[in-house]
T-cell receptor, first 115, second 111 residues
Framework: KAGVTQTPRYLIKTRGQQVTLSCSPI?????VSWYQQTPGQGLQFLFE???????NKGNFPGRFSGRQFSNSRSEMNVSTLELGDSALYLC??????????????FGEGSRLTVL | TQLLEQSPQFLSIQEGENLTVYCNSS?????LQWYRQEPGEGPVLLVT?????EVKKLKRLTFQFGDARKDSSLHITAAQPGDTGLYLC???????????FGQGTTLQVKP
């Protein structure tokens, strides 16, 4: 069973640009969550999608957005990039439908560097 | 805002030593998970504890959930270099279903 796949693995952008990251969950998983990981702040929850609907949202500005497609693949977008957006962006899928979060299966992440 | 504080943040020990990592909060969580993350990879779930006072063992790793479901600990016996990595605790908010992560404990076990 293939794991969670994130693309691209590494990317470099400059301030003001935008970026789109992609995540393909484990087959059959309908819940996809996104996290930002930085040395200073640790892992911070961005949002969760389930069946193409945003089910939960973290405390990030509106520049961070996401969506989920009918095949459960998800994308997140960051517009007007700032230096502080440099981070490892992790996607996690789960077989969770409701209730407890269950086990999250993480991808290897997309490392974004903003210059 | 629910927060999880992990301590210590960094730990460097010799092979064969024992260690304990703590995860504390002033909030109650419906369950708590421990993950391990190695460089260049995403976190991998080690265990989920659900019941207050619960103790789970995974080979040389022992996980405990506090009676009040506000804290947890991870104890490693006779640490090995393969235990090196970032250990993360994560609490599940009963209200929102969100998973809230602690800052992590970086463990280095020297041979």
């Amino acid at each position: 069973k293939a794991g969670v796949t994130q693309t691209p693995r590494y990317l470099i952008k400059t301030r003001g640009q935008q970026v789109t990251l992609s995540c393909s969950p484990i087959s059959g998983h309908r819940s996809v969550s996104w996290y930002q990981q930085t040395p200073g702040q640790g892992l911070q929850f961005l949002f969760e999608y389930f069946s193409e609907t945003q089910r939960n949202k973290g405390n990030f500005p509106g520049r961070f957005s996401g969506r989920q497609f009918s095949n459960s693949r998800s994308e997140m977008n960051v517009s007007t990039l700032e230096l502080g957006d440099s981070a490892l962006y992790l996607c996690a899928s789960s077989s969770r439908t409701s209730g407890n979060v269950g086990e999250l299966f993480f991808g290897e992440g997309s490392r974004l560097t903003v210059l | 805002t629910q927060l999880l504080e992990q301590s210590p943040q960094f730990l460097s020990i010799q092979e064969g030593e024992n260690l304990t990592v703590y995860c504390n909060s002033s909030s109650v969580f419906s369950s708590l998970q421990w993950y391990r993350q190695e460089p260049g990879e995403g976190p991998v779930l080690l265990v989920t504890v659900v019941t207050g006072g619960e103790v789970k063992k995974l080979k040389r790793l022992t996980f405990q959930f506090g009676d009040a479901r506000k804290d947890s600990s991870l104890h490693i016996t006779a640490a090995q270099p393969g235990d090196t990595g970032l250990y993360l605790c994560a609490g599940v908010s009963g209200n929102t279903g969100k998973l809230i992560f602690g800052q992590g404990t970086t463990l280095q076990v020297k041979p």
